[in-house]
């Protein structure tokens, strides 16, 4: 009769199952960031010596990661012992190593590590194949490096700055006189200064003048203060003032409004005084035509003659 498994056995069997399914999907999630199982093309480059490049160092191209170095051996060549460096290539890189590209060796300054930079080949070479050999060119050395850089021009340069600085020199040691005398001076003038001698020592010395300043300063405040009690007391009597100019304003205005009427009755007064001497003229001119009527004249009471005014002389005593 076969037995089953228990429940415990099924859980731990469930449990390491699961367990191991983790296991492997963080290992291809590893292997997929560590590029494991992107293609490659595995190519070799020789050089003279290994320049502390060692198996997983960076290779390179425009500055960008594109491999690494999986093996380094030392072989015969004709006689001649070299470094053999085993590098392996990203698949997608491979279209730019061609014969025309160049490997060399790059040694960071102060941070990081050696590693091998590859020159991108021109499209007119023809591809290196898999297992095939990059040219390589020798890294340079401190003394090659200082050749290029000291120069014909460069010593020319740092000659004629030589020359400006030594020249330079000389004027200062023949106005070396001239600014030890400005020193000089100046110290004494300092010495008067500390001294109280002198118009501007006097100022600077003088305690009393100090003292003065403060004096002055406490006045002040204390005119502050009272200025500001009198713009207190002030407040009051503006508000009355203003109320007392309101009261006038009040009062001034009938007297406005009779102006104002007397303006206006004088503005008609020239068409009061036209409109009476033409009534009067009228009235002139009836008076005349009833007078020229013959039975108003006959029947007219007659005027009494006019009588000559007699002035008797007058005698001077």
Known sequence: MEEGFTRKEQLVGAFLLVLLIFTMVTLLVIAQGK???QPQNTYLVKLKQGYNLRQGSLVKMFNAEIGKVSAMGITQTLG????EV???VAKEYADLIRQDSVAEVVSPTLIGSEYLEISPGSSGYPKIEPYG??????RKSVTE??????TQETVQKVKLTVDNVAQLSEQLKNDEKAILEAVNRVNQV???LTEGR???GMLLMQKDLYARLMTGLDHLDKFLVEAKGLLVDFRPMAVDLQGFTKAINQEIEPLRAIVRNIKSGSEELPDLMEA???TARSAKETMDAIKANPLIRLTAPKGAKSQSIHVAPRTLP
Not at 145 to 150: H, N, P, S
């Open 145 to 150: 490096y200082l050749a290029e850089i000291v």
């Open 86 to 88: 085993t590098i392996k």
């Open 35 to 37: 590029g494991w199982f």
């Open 276 to 278: 009476a001497t033409d």
């Open 190 to 192: 300092l010495a008067s």
């Open 198 to 200: 002198g118009t501007m």
């Open 80 to 83: 001649r012992p070299q470094v």
């Open 133 to 138: 050999a990059i040219p390589s060119r020798e």
